[in-house]
Each structure stands twice: as C-alpha cells, then as structure tokens.
C-alpha cells in the first residue's frame, strides 16, 4: 500500500494546535519558500557547495515532517546525510525523486488548506 | 515578566526558517508568551544584547552565524550566559546534541517540535532560571556589585578555603531594654535605619555581610575577594560607623528620640571561609579562631567603654594616621593566652 503524501494525522494534529487560519498561513508559506530550497539543492549540486546542500536538504526535512510530508521529509534526510558528492555521484537525475514528491505535495497541501 | 500573564515569558526564536519561526512563534503565542523572532544567529545576538529575554528557542542550523555559535557567544557574555537556552533542531547525530549541551544549552527539543513537550520545556527553563535569578538578587543584597559578580563568575561551591582576612562584629549597646521601651513597629524602623547605614560602610570599604542576628552583624574583609589591605579597610568602615551612627542620632534626637550607641570589634588573620549549608541554602560564612577573637573583643567593648577594639594583627597592619590606644592584654573565654586589646580613635 502506498503511503499518503500527507500524513493525515500529523496534518490534523498541526490544524488543531495551531487553528486552520494559521495553517493555512503557514501552508502558503511553505509554497513560497520550498521553490527556493529546491533551487538551493540544484545549485549547490552543480557547484557541489556541500554546507549549502545540506542546510537546503536540512530545511526541506524539516518542514515536510511538519506538515506530515512524510516521504518528502525521507527523501531530504537521504540527501542531508548522503552529502553533496554522494549524489551527485547518482548522476543527473539525483534531485528527480525528491522534485517529484514536492510537486505531490504541493497539490495535496493546496487542497488540505482550504478543507 | 511583570507586565506579562503569571507564567508567561519573553521568548526569543532564532531560526532561520520561515515556516519554523512562524509554527514556533505560534505555539508560544498560544501559550500566553510573548515571542520574538530572529532569522540568523547574528540578529538574534543582536535582539539578546538589546532585550532582555526569559528564555531562547535556538537552531543550530543557520547562515551567518549558526546556533554553536550564539551557544558560544552567550556563554562568553556575563550578561547572557545565563539566559537559557533551548535547542530546536533536526540535525542528524547524537554528537550535536552532546556538543549544545556541552556549549551551555538547557534542553533540546527534536523539530518538529511537539507543543506538549515545548510547553514543558519552556516551563522547566523558566523555573530555573528564577531560581538563578533569586539566587543573584540574594547575593546583591548581601555582597558588593564586586563580590557579587566574582561569586557569579566562580558559581556557588560548597566548601571552604584557607584565606587572610578580617572579621567585624557589630552591635547595638543595650539593645533590650531599648526596643523594650518603645513599639515594635519603631524598633524594626529602627533597625531597618541602622542596617541600611552600617552595609553602606561595609560595603563601601569592600567589606561584606555575612550574618546579621537582631542588633548584631557580622562582616568580613577579604573574602571572597582578596584584598590585600583588608585590615585598614575594615577600620576605616568601623570608624565611617560609628560617624553614620553619630549623624543618625541627631535625626533621632530631632524627633525626641534616644540616641543609640554601636560596638565594633575586628580581629585579621587566617580563617576557613566559603559557602555552608546545603546546596538548597547556603550561606557565605567564615570560621575559626580569628572569627571568635572578634566576637570576644565585640563584646569587650561593652566593658572597655569603647565604640571600637581591634587585635593586634589589625593594628599591627594599620597605616600610621589612624590613632589607636592600646588597652593591654585582656584574657579571652576560649583563649589560652591573654590577648592585647587596642581602641580606634575617630577619623581626623
């Protein structure tokens, strides 16, 4: 059984600790930052800047743990502890999985705002 | 935090992401504090020397300046090693969370932060950071800003060490049957008046309270802090006493009131001096047989008819310019051998 892009556990535990208007205040802030850290880990892929690989890897674990993206929470912890030279090593479409997952992730969290 | 709800608290979150500093700020909000937030590491050091903060919510993880090294900084910083600190992190590793805790951190909290744990964490900080702050206003009330601030720097360790110093003892001659003759009320005020007077001495000459009893206080000179000139220190503030006693009496004639009268009794040499008590209450204090010669020439004075005696270890390091008299050998309770008993003069 694949798992749910979205905890729906965690995601209704952070609605109901923080309120769904602060949700989805923070949901919007999430899809204007993760662009950004994404563009962050191409970056310093192809520069193989590794600190600034990892804090882009770091952030994205971080916050996909908190709204429950939990394979995308997964996959950025792979990339933070493999390091900048360990995936550029896998080749071109390194970044592939995880750029996917976000794209998941941002639709889901675009309908689960509004709900 | 007397302008904030009981139990609420100015909290600082330093992260350098949006969607953590935003869900931080959130949950603390929503437990009555108030919050403010710093992107990076250099900010938030900015914002801690600025404000004063109750407690900080730090990343490690940061441009600029990281989260090591605000631990760092804040630990370098009299005036912010003692906020405390908790760190929210997701760093990967038992090692970092060793490394905060070893750079001063209070606690770690794994991010996602969960707000039930949050709420206990910033509980418990701010619990301990009252009683450190207790424990300082304690100190400032007892010692000099110097004394004060070395115990600070030292932090509190029971047990005592092997020092120099001199050791006052100071009353209020016939004390009984004075607060006996008036309200209770005017007795207090009375005392209040005359302890207020005799620490501003004490403390002016470097000189610390140690013990205050009714009427009586003790002091020492030298102790913490060494100074080397203890025993002209403690004269000087014997003698600044007696003249603050003088110029408190002619108010209290003024208002129809009986003058009173202080004795003062010093003795310098070696003593055990440190913190004894337990670790919940302490109490600086200085023991030996120089401390028990002061107290005997304390209560001398009552029968010499002198304001203040001192032994001759203190007058033996007193500059010339300071007029005693010797008074003889005067045979001490506890003291095998006769002691030679010498009286200050006033300041000229």
């Known amino acids: 059984m694949p798992s749910p892009v979205i905890d729906a556990e965690a995601f209704a535990a952070l609605r109901d600790t923080t309120g769904s208007e602060f949700v989805r205040e923070l949901v919007d802030t999430f899809l204007t930052e993760a662009p950004s850290m994404l563009e962050d880990l191409r970056v310093s892929l192809a520069d193989g800047d590794a600190e600034r690989f990892r804090r882009a890897a770091h952030s994205l674990k971080s916050n996909g743990n908190t709204f429950g993206a939990l394979a995308l929470g997964t996959l950025a912890r792979d990339l933070e502890l493999a390091g900048v030279s360990d995936v550029k090593s896998r080749g071109t479409q390194a970044l592939a999985p995880i750029e996917a997952e976000y794209l998941r992730v941002a639709a889901a969290l675009a309908v689960l705002r509004d709900e | ?348």
């Open chain 2, 1 to 348: 935090m007397s302008d904030l709800g009981a139990g609420a608290a100015r909290v600082l979150v330093a992260d350098d992401n949006k969607v953590n500093r935003l869900l931080l700020t959130r949950n603390l909000e929503l437990m009555g504090h108030e919050v403010h937030s710093a992107e990076n590491g250099r900010v938030a050091l900015d914002l801690l020397r600025k404000q004063r903060f109750d407690v900080v919510l730090l990343d490690m993880e940061m441009p600029e300046v990281d989260g090591f090294a605000v631990l760092a900084e804040m630990k370098e910083d009299l005036a912010l090693r003692d906020v405390p600190v908790i760190v929210t992190s997701s760093l990967e590793g038992i090692d970092h969370v060793v490394r905060c805790i070893e750079l001063g951190a209070e606690d770690y909290l794994h991010k996602p932060v969960n707000p039930v744990l949050l709420k206990a964490r910033i509980g418990a900080s701010l619990e301990k950071k009252r009683l450190r702050d207790q424990q300082k206003e304690l100190l400032r009330r007892f010692a000099t800003p110097e004394v004060a601030k070395d115990l600070e720097q030292s932090g509190f360790a029971l047990g005592g060490r092997r020092l120099r110093a001199t050791v006052m003892f100071c009353d209020i001659r016939d004390f009984t049957p004075l607060a006996e003759a008036q309200p209770p009320e005017e007795t207090i005020e009375l005392l209040n008046n005359y302890y207020a007077l005799m620490f501003d001495a004490i403390n002016g000459c470097g000189g610390i309270v140690t013990l205050m009893i009714g009427d009586g206080l003790m002091a020492v000179f030298g102790a913490p802090i060494t100074l080397p000139d203890h025993e002209q220190r403690a004269v000087r503030a014997a003698q600044e006493m007696v003249e603050l006693v003088g110029l408190f009496n002619r108010e209290r004639a003024a208002a129809g009131k009986r003058p009173i009268q202080v004795g003062i009794g010093m003795a310098s040499g070696e003593m055990i001096a440190g913190y004894a008590g337990t670790k919940a209450r302490a109490t600086y204090t200085c023991i030996g047989d120089t401390v028990n010669l002061a107290a005997r020439i304390e209560a001398h004075t009552k029968i010499a008819g002198r304001a203040i005696l001192i032994d001759r270890a203190t007058h033996e390091a007193l500059h010339a310019g300071i007029a005693t008299e010797s008074l003889g050998a005067v045979a001490f309770k506890g003291f095998s051998e006769a002691a030679e008993v010498f009286a200050v003069g006033d300041r000229d």
